[in-house]
């Protein structure tokens, strides 16, 4: 035996056993240790950030396929002309997109409005066409990833500790799909705005009303800290936000003509019918009073360039608070920073103490529908945002939003308990 293991033919021993065999004279049987694993750095994003073992398969590994959310891995499909198709269906191929685009359609669907008969074509209509537009669709499917990430928030409250980890990974799996749709989709969005005809009008004005509830929901859910200076990258999330649902009317102008007898013509309709104007609801007493006494400030010590424009946009403030005392469909809410004057807007660009005052009433307004999941937050956050950038001047004028928000938040809460009873906001 010990003869024949002499005489087999000698393999190859690989180098890093060669390095332990160096200077080696000790008489036993030689140890051989195994090279330690080499880790890869090619991961998936979705593995690295759960720092679990990616298996690199092409398309989609294999613990994102197990767990049903998208994979960095799979591949984008750009467009190859400023125009993306919208004759083919969009086809929608995973578990996942087809849990979004049923939670849209039975749950989202009803927070986007509380008007029943837009409720429904919202639920049925919208979500027809959207499958027509691939950007569409994927916004369709961003929102409702975002509103089941908040939906799933909420259950941490009341699980115990073993539930919260697997809430938290859905959680994180919904967030990854949410803004992985959103920025697919306003690349392509954007791209379509270049060339608009009637055959995809319906979808871009639908989509921009989307993208000014989505980018609400997206900072909603993670409440960002929000700044009302820009930054070098991108801006604001508050100005952001303000200049994509202005972004809204400017659609509107380009392609109302066709969507206003076309499937998406009840967003319109419904809108254009309720009314808007300072006689169709009576405002409270105390909003009078306040938006009385701003504007006579503003005409006493602001400057007269400034203060006719502020003056404007609170005469604009004051239709809103109309509507919503005349039982307007809570949209009417965005009707004031789609309708405000360029001037107002530059002055809110520039941090100007008047335009931060006007903004912090707006948000007495806009936290009258708090109640709602991509609202819930906002209001607050951004009068506090005024409150730290603001003058002590100015700062004064900020007492009465603040004293009127905290006072609105008891009452909402027992309101919110009606609204989810009659399928009108999320539970």
Request: glycine residues 4%; aromatic residues 8%; hydrophobic residues 40%.
């Amino acid at each position: 035996m010990a003869t024949r293991l002499l005489h087999q033919p000698s393999r190859k021993v690989p180098s890093y056993v060669q390095d332990v065999r160096v200077g080696c004279n000790c008489a036993g049987p030689m140890t051989i240790y195994k090279r330690s694993h080499l880790k890869s750095r090619n991961g998936c994003i979705q593995c690295k950030r759960r720092k679990v073992k990616c298996d690199e398969s092409p398309n989609s590994c294999g613990p994102c396929i197990k767990r049903r959310i998208r994979c960095s891995f799979q591949p984008v499909t750009s467009p190859s002309s400023p125009q993306p198709q919208t004759t083919s269906p969009h086809p929608v191929s995973s578990l996942l997109d087809l849990e979004l685009l049923h939670n849209f359609s039975t749950e989202t669907s009803l927070t986007i409005t509380t008007h029943v008969p837009l409720q429904q074509f919202y639920r049925t209509t919208f979500v027809t066409e959207a499958l027509k537009t691939d950007y569409l669709l994927q916004y369709v499917l961003s929102i409702s990833a975002f509103h089941l990430a908040q939906q799933h928030q909420e259950l941490l409250v009341s699980v115990d500790e073993n539930q919260k980890s697997t809430i938290l990974l859905k959680i994180e799996g919904y967030l990854v799909a949410a803004n992985f749709y959103h920025d697919v989709a306003l690349s392509s969005f954007r791209q379509s705005l270049a060339n608009i005809t009637a055959e995809d009008s319906h979808a871009l004005f639908a989509c921009a009303a989307l993208i000014a509830m989505t980018s609400l929901a997206q900072s909603t859910d993670s409440l960002r800290t929000l700044s009302l200076t820009a930054n070098q990258e991108s801006g604001s999330t508050i100005m952001k936000w303000l200049v994509l649902i202005r972004g809204v009317n400017s659609v509107l102008r380009e392609t109302r003509e066709w969507v206003c007898v076309g499937p998406m013509a009840p967003m319109l309709y419904m809108r254009d019918t309720e009314g808007y104007g300072s006689s169709i609801g009576k405002v409270g007493d105390d909003v009078t009073a306040h938006l009385d006494r701003l504007s006579a400030a503003f005409l006493d010590s602001a400057e007269p360039r400034v203060a006719d424009v502020c003056v404007g946009a609170i005469e604009l403030l004051r239709q809103s608070f109309a509507g919503i005392a005349a039982g307007c469909d809570y949209s009417i809410v965005f009707f004031w920073p789609v309708l405000v004057h360029e001037d107002y807007m530059a002055l809110l660009q520039s941090n100007r103490p008047e335009a931060l005052v006007v903004l912090g009433s707006y948000c007495v307004l806009l936290h009258t529908q708090n109640w709602c999941w991509w609202i819930k937050g906002w209001p607050a956050h951004m009068l506090k945002t005024i409150d730290e950038v603001i003058g002590e001047q100015w700062r004064t004028w900020l007492a009465w939003p603040w004293e009127t928000i905290s006072n609105m938040a008891s009452g909402q809460r027992k309101n919110r308990v009606l609204l989810v009873s009659e399928g009108l906001c999320c539970q």
